[in-house]
T-cell receptor
Framework: AQSVTQLDSQVPVFEEAPVELRCNYS??????LFWYVQYPNQGLQLLLK??????LVKGINGFEAEFNKSQTSFHLRKPSVHISDTAEYFC????????????FGSGTQLTVLP | DADVTQTPRNRITKTGKRIMLECSQT?????MYWYRQDPGLGLRLIYY???????NKGEISDGYSVSRQAQAKFSLSLESAIPNQTALYFC?????????????FGEGSRLTVL
């Protein structure tokens, strides 16, 4: 079975600074990878996804992530954060060609400070 | 209007009571899911349904039951609520035909069991 580890439960960062949210997964077969964002009092929405092809994936709101198969990682990055990026971020993995159940990480709370 | 609607959004109940959380969607998706979110644990899958006649247990189905009344409706029941079922519950949908497995979430139902 696949699993996802988000290494940081909380990440505080100052506005306009870069940020990296880390995600590692374990799976013996190929996977699809996702990052979802949850703003306060809202449901989750998709930031970006990796299915195949280029390992650098660009998403909404200036975020990007890089799939590294050898390190089984899918870290999320943004070069300059805004106050509005304050939210909880979830990494998720799905076995490609499977019954399509998503397994989520425990989440990383990103807090952008003025 | 939201594509995935959950009712109620907030509910406080007592131990032993029967509770139903309802989910309806206008996206025309065939697959529907129920997750619960607990701080530090991310989202965990309770039940999922790939069509009206298909119901599957997820990671944490004990104490819960579901009903897929129609393609657009998927309800979650707690037959006898207990305090450790206090959590934020999310309904989600996906479309088999999309090929990506992307989930679309409702805004959540916050349940408190006293």
């Amino acid at each position: 079975a696949q699993s996802v580890t988000q290494l940081d439960s909380q990440v505080p960062v100052f506005e306009e600074a870069p940020v990296e949210l880390r995600c590692n997964y374990s799976s013996s077969v190929s996977v699809y990878l996702f990052w979802y964002v949850q703003y306060p009092n809202q449901g989750l929405q998709l930031l970006l996804k990796y299915l195949s092809g280029s390992t650098l994936v660009k998403g909404i709101n200036g975020f990007e992530a890089e799939f590294n198969k050898s390190q089984t990682s899918f870290h999320l990055r943004k070069p300059s954060v805004h106050i509005s990026d304050t939210a909880e971020y979830f990494c998720a993995v799905m076995l490609s060609g499977s019954a399509r159940q998503l397994t989520f990480g425990s989440g990383t709370q990103l807090t952008v400070l003025p | 209007d939201a594509d995935v609607t959950q009712t109620p959004r907030n509910r406080i109940t007592k131990t032993g009571k029967r509770i139903m959380l309802e989910c309806s969607q206008t996206k025309g998706h065939d697959r529907m899911y129920w997750y619960r979110q607990d701080p530090g644990l991310g989202l965990r899958l309770i039940y999922y349904s790939f069509d009206v006649k298909d119901i599957n247990k997820g990671e944490i189905s004990d104490g819960y039951s579901v009903s897929r009344q129609a393609q657009a409706k998927f309800s979650l029941s707690l037959e006898s609520a207990i305090p450790n079922q206090t959590a934020l519950y999310f309904c989600a949908t996906s479309n088999t035909g999309s090929g990506t497995g992307e989930l679309f979430f409702g805004e959540g139902s916050r349940l408190t069991v006293l």
